[in-house]
């Protein structure tokens, strides 16, 4: 893959059609692996350092398509962000395990079914395509990536499909010296939670999405960590404003998951807005979600602007909870002439925001029917790097190739031969 992919840096030099494989904006272990083995499969070729990976900054797609140079396919996706929005008519195939929003979807040929790894389908399409350019190392970046997606094929978590398992087994029936899938989950497990050195700004944007009606923005991150310990942070409030003002956003959505020593999972919820009544439409709604029910516990917080919260249900992702703020905000617009431009409660009484939180409520749950509700898919785990685009400080030294030296790390013990990093 390391001749490829020089070739691939070499072509952005070149004027002469690309063939772009884009991975989501997360930029997690399943779309990264997912777009490189893709593409390496359509290639037809075969290496990785990480010096020679391409990331969405470094090339203009806009230009490319404006040119009439640029064809894409999606993986791990199937909805481009506004800002690429133009680039729809470009898309000519979508690889994806959600459900697919048929509003938004590209018209062109989908490929979605509903498994645990989007790495499972690039598998399924590489053995059946063409086995032969199979090497160990692409095997172990797609072995190792859909272990992490199905938390070690845990029958009593749920989230690997029979498809998943198949296609686990089938590797390693292929290539037997690859790690055990303990080894390989710890490590990479350890990784994906490890957020030693990181600042405040850096953890809210490592795995982030951001949701906006009517101009008003709301950013939901992922933090690796316990909430208290999130909450104790030195300089927490001002770094809060900061990231918020930074960004132009109105409210931050934190959801925290770390695991205890049973290695059961622990979600945590924060709501940060300096605008009293935003903050309380959204944390009402949260609380009286019925469909589904997060199960809020208040957890008692000395700073202003932030409510913090334990969540009974760790089955409740993100994926989960996007859509209820993205109602949520619709009902406070829908049903308040409040202005944001205030911060507190100035000129607002508590009366009258439970008021609203009512209607907002009742409207809230009247639009979230059974039928509409997504398949009974098991959320995906939450394994991002980072999202929506690169910190602008960069994450310390944690990166692909961080990985790839970890899985090689546990491998070389069982096999002299085989390398996962770059040498």
């Given at each position: 893959?390391?001749n490829?992919?020089?070739?691939c840096?070499?072509?952005?030099?070149?004027?002469?059609p690309?063939?772009?494989?884009?991975?989501?904006?997360?930029c997690d272990l399943d779309?990264?692996?997912s777009?490189?083995?893709l593409?390496?499969?359509?290639a037809k070729?075969?290496?990785?350092?990480?010096?020679l990976?391409?990331?969405?900054?470094?090339?203009d797609?806009?230009a490319?398509h404006q040119?009439?140079?640029?064809?894409?396919?999606?993986?791990?996706?199937h909805?481009?962000?506004r800002?690429?929005?133009?680039?729809?008519?470009?898309?000519a195939?979508?690889?994806?395990?959600?459900p697919?929003?048929?509003?938004?979807c590209?018209?062109?040929?989908v490929?979605a079914e509903l498994?645990?790894?989007c790495?499972?389908l690039?598998?399924?399409r590489i053995?059946?395509?063409a086995p032969?350019i199979l090497?160990?190392q692409?095997?172990a970046l797609l072995?190792?990536t859909i272990?992490l997606?199905?938390v070690?094929?845990?029958?009593k978590?749920?989230?690997?499909t029979?498809?998943d398992?198949?296609y686990v087994e089938k590797?390693?029936?292929?290539?037997p010296?690859?790690?055990s899938?303990?080894d390989?989950?710890?490590?990479l497990?350890?990784?994906?939670?490890d957020?030693?050195?990181?600042?405040?700004?850096?953890?809210?944007r490592?795995d982030?999405k951001?949701i906006?009606?009517?101009?008003?923005k709301?950013?939901i991150?992922?933090i690796?960590?316990?909430?208290e310990?999130?909450l104790q942070?030195s300089g927490l409030l001002?770094?809060?404003?900061?990231f918020c003002?930074a960004?132009s956003?109105?409210a931050?959505?934190a959801?925290?998951?770390f695991?205890?020593t049973y290695n059961e999972p622990?979600?945590q919820?924060a709501v940060?807005c300096?605008h009293a009544?935003?903050?309380m439409?959204?944390?009402?709604?949260l609380?009286?979600s019925h469909?589904?029910?997060l199960?809020l516990t208040?957890v008692?917080?000395?700073?202003?602007?932030?409510?913090?919260?334990?969540?009974?249900n760790t089955q409740i992702s993100?994926?989960?909870v996007?859509p209820?703020?993205q109602?949520?905000?619709s009902a406070?617009f829908?049903?308040?002439?409040?202005?944001?431009g205030?911060p507190?409660?100035?000129?607002?009484?508590?009366e009258q925001?439970d008021?609203?939180?009512?209607?907002a409520?009742?409207?809230?749950?009247s639009?979230?029917?059974?039928?509409?509700?997504?398949p009974?898919l098991?959320?995906?785990?939450?394994?991002?790097l980072v999202?929506e685009?690169p910190?602008?400080q960069g994450?310390?030294k944690?990166s692909?190739?961080v990985?790839?030296?970890?899985c090689?790390?546990?491998?070389?013990?069982?096999?002299?031969?085989a390398?996962?990093s770059k040498?």
């Open positions: 893959m390391e490829y992919l020089q070739g840096r070499a072509a952005l030099q070149e004027s002469r690309i063939h772009v494989v884009l991975g989501n904006e997360a779309s990264m692996v777009a490189l083995a593409a390496f499969y359509l070729k075969i290496h990785i350092p990480e010096s990976l391409i990331f969405r900054d470094e090339i797609l806009h490319l040119a009439g140079q640029l064809t894409l396919i999606l993986v791990d996706h909805v481009l962000p800002s690429d929005a133009a680039l729809e008519e470009a898309v195939e979508v690889l994806d395990h959600r697919i929003d048929q509003k938004h590209p018209p062109c040929h490929s498994v645990g790894s790495a499972t690039v598998a399924e053995l059946q395509g032969e090497d160990r692409t095997a072995h190792g272990i997606d199905c070690n094929m845990d029958l978590i749920g989230k690997a029979l498809k398992n198949h590797l390693e029936a292929l290539f010296d690859l790690p899938r303990n390989i989950f710890d490590s497990q350890k990784a994906k939670f957020v030693s050195g990181l600042t405040t700004e850096q953890m809210l490592k982030q951001t906006s009606r009517q101009g008003t709301v950013a991150s992922a690796y960590m316990d909430v310990a999130f942070r001002a770094d809060l404003h900061a003002q960004h956003y109105d931050l959505v959801m925290t998951i695991f205890n622990v979600r919820l940060f300096p009544a935003l903050r439409t959204i944390c009402g709604v609380e009286r469909s589904p029910s199960k208040p008692p917080s000395s700073h202003p602007n932030l409510q913090a919260y334990l969540q009974g993100r994926k989960k996007l209820l703020l109602e949520a905000l406070y829908d049903s308040t002439d409040i202005p944001l205030q507190e409660t100035e000129g607002v009484s508590r925001v008021k609203e939180l009512d209607r409520g009742n409207s809230l749950l639009g979230l029917s059974q039928d509409e509700e997504e009974p098991p959320p995906t785990p939450m394994n991002s999202d685009c910190l602008d994450l310390p944690f692909a190739e990985i790839f030296e970890k090689s790390q546990i491998s070389l013990s069982e096999s002299t031969t390398s996962l040498k």
